[in-house]
């Protein structure tokens, strides 16, 4: 049986989370603090996928990130570089997909600190950037792994908008969920129960750590 | 010399209020500010320290300028470095005692110095949540002052201490106070309380 889905599925969930880590801490700061108009469409931006059906998604990233026209011939012609069926494209559609798992709980979290925390480091001396990193994130540590998490636990997930843009190369963007379609199509009922009782394993393990390492403080995934 | 000339709107129970205040703190002074709940004290110390922006005003400590509106000009909380304590104490909850000072000054010193006035010795690898009202109090007026303020604002200080701690306290930092040359300025919502410990006094009402 071939294990390859798994360990790409593994690896996809992993890049997507610590780029997601990256990009969402400091994104999740800012919708926190913001109240512009410009925060309530970034916010409506990032919620999109959570809402919207994932073919609907992964149809406008292929058109967007084609190589015959627009950004993604820019790319092709420029960097050479392809997201459409291509690892990359993988990578890059996760992120969106799974873009409110991780901002979601940070940004509640910091919202629910009290705003004096952050004050009484500024008349301290400290600036953001040290109040952010030795007062504000310390302080909400079980909501960042609860959206580390879910985040990689959905990336595990994903399927639509991982079959539009990537389609099913083995090897390159044939992850689990894709496996588990193609073998019951191809009536490969073993191998379908295979990757889904390891899909199903890895999920449930996750989800369960939240509550384990929170402690039983959060009252359901998505706080 | 501290002076403060200035104009906010609140939103109040009874709709849109002005709180204008025009004060003058003389260098090292202690100075009570008191009035009813939700006259503004508050935010008139939060103002002082740049934390909120008053829509007019200019404030001007030993002739510099940390506020000024018509000139657009307002100096961070983080230039003004004023020694601040909250009303909620806004404790760190991940850091110890001893971490809540050694985060504010990296004097070791100093810090045993504090932790002796506020008698917070033994419990210096306590996180806030294992002291008590009392105790959380007493940290949170020593981190204030572990910066060395110039100008020292404190919101209701002593609400959570017993008399006996209070005035214990009160005896260790009046003389530290003086020893610093700070100026001090001490919300309080009763008008018998600090009596003998400040030498000024302040009422704010609003102005509708």
């Not at chain 2, 006035?117 to 009392?134: N, R, V």
Request: cysteine-free; proline content about 6%; aromatic content about 10%.
């Amino acid at each position: 049986m071939d294990l390859t889905p798994i360990w790409l599925t593994l690896k996809l969930a992993s890049i997507t989370t610590l780029v997601l880590l990256l990009i969402g801490l400091p994104l999740a700061y800012w919708l926190s603090k913001s109240r512009s108009i410009f925060k309530i469409i970034i916010e409506a931006v990032i919620t999109m996928p959570l809402v919207l059906p994932p073919s609907v998604l992964g149809f406008y990233l292929l058109l967007a990130f084609s190589p015959q026209h627009g950004i993604g011939k820019w790319l092709h012609d420029t960097f050479d570089v392809q997201f459409v069926f291509s690892f990359q494209g993988l990578i890059l559609a996760s992120v969106i997909y799974s873009m409110p798992f991780m901002i979601g709980p940070i940004k509640s979290a910091l919202q629910q600190l009290p705003l004096s925390l952050s004050q009484a480091s500024y008349t301290l001396g400290k600036t953001e950037r040290q109040t952010f990193i030795n007062v504000l994130l310390p302080n909400i540590r079980p909501s960042v792994l609860t959206a580390v998490i879910l985040t990689f636990a959905h990336t595990l997930g994903e399927f639509g908008v991982v079959l539009m843009i990537g389609g099913n190369i083995p090897g390159v963007t044939r992850v689990a969920s894709i496996a588990v379609y193609d073998s019951v199509e191809n009536m490969d009922y073993s191998s379908a129960n295979t990757y889904s009782l390891i899909l199903f394993s890895i999920t449930f393990v996750m989800v369960i750590s939240v509550f384990v390492f929170n402690k039983y403080k959060a009252k359901s995934p998505l706080e | 010399m501290i002076s403060v000339d200035i104009e906010k709107k609140l939103r109040a129970y009874k709709g849109q209020q002005v709180l204008k205040i025009a004060a003058q703190f003389p260098a090292g002074s202690i100075t009570k500010i008191y009035g009813p709940s939700g006259s503004g004290k508050t935010t008139f110390l939060k103002i002082i320290a740049g934390l909120i922006t008053p829509e007019k005003g200019k404030i001007t400590v030993n002739d510099t300028v940390w506020l000024d509106t018509d000139d657009k000009l307002s100096l961070s909380p983080q230039e003004r470095r004023t020694g601040f304590v909250f009303q909620n104490y806004a404790l760190f909850p991940n850091m110890t005692v001893q971490q809540h000072l050694e985060y504010a000054t990296d004097d070791p010193q100093w810090i045993n110095r504090l932790l002796t006035i506020g008698q917070l010795e033994t419990f210096a690898e306590h996180k806030p949540e294992y002291l008590s009202g009392g105790q959380q109090q007493r940290l949170a007026i020593l981190r204030a002052m572990a910066i060395k303020p110039k100008l020292l604002l404190m919101d209701e200080p002593f609400s959570a201490l017993d008399p006996k701690m209070k005035s214990e306290i009160i005896a260790e930092l009046k003389p530290l106070w003086a020893e610093l040359e700070m100026t001090v300025l001490i919300v309080s919502h009763n008008p018998q309380e600090l009596q003998g410990l400040t030498d000024r006094e302040l009422v704010i009402s609003f102005e509708s």
